[in-house]
Nanobody, 121 residues
């Protein structure tokens, strides 16, 4: 089938930067919107950013200016560049993608398993 795998998480100092990647693999027919979400302990999962197939972006208001989402359609990969990180950014970061598998060519929403980002103070 298809899957999404995040990478790039880890420990970073306050004010530092980190780039997350999420690669889709498998028998993929097409990918529409891709996005990043995050979930801190005891909190609801929240939107970070989304990006359409042609590059239109949407950000959480509080993150706009610090985080940048991008994608490489040839690699079926979405990225999240995180700058000026704060301890409040500590969370598990999940990517998702609206994908159609080759067999059915019908779209569904897929989620990765997440990657932990810890920002130390």
């Amino acid at each position: 089938q298809v899957q999404l795998v995040e990478s790039g998480g880890g420990l970073v100092q306050t004010g530092g930067s980190l780039r997350l990647s999420c690669a889709a693999s498998g028998s993929i027919f097409s990918i529409n919107t891709m996005g990043w979400y995050r979930q801190a302990p005891g909190k609801q999962r929240e939107l970070v950013a989304t990006i359409t197939r042609i590059g239109s972006t949407n950000y959480a208001d509080s993150l706009k200016g610090r985080f940048t989402i991008s994608r490489d359609n040839a690699k079926n990969t979405v990225y999240l560049q995180m700058n000026s990180l704060k301890p409040e950014d500590t969370a598990v970061y999940y990517c998702n993608a609206e994908m159609a598998v080759a067999r059915t060519r019908t779209y569904d929403l897929y989620w990765g398993k997440g990657t932990l980002v810890t920002v130390s103070s």
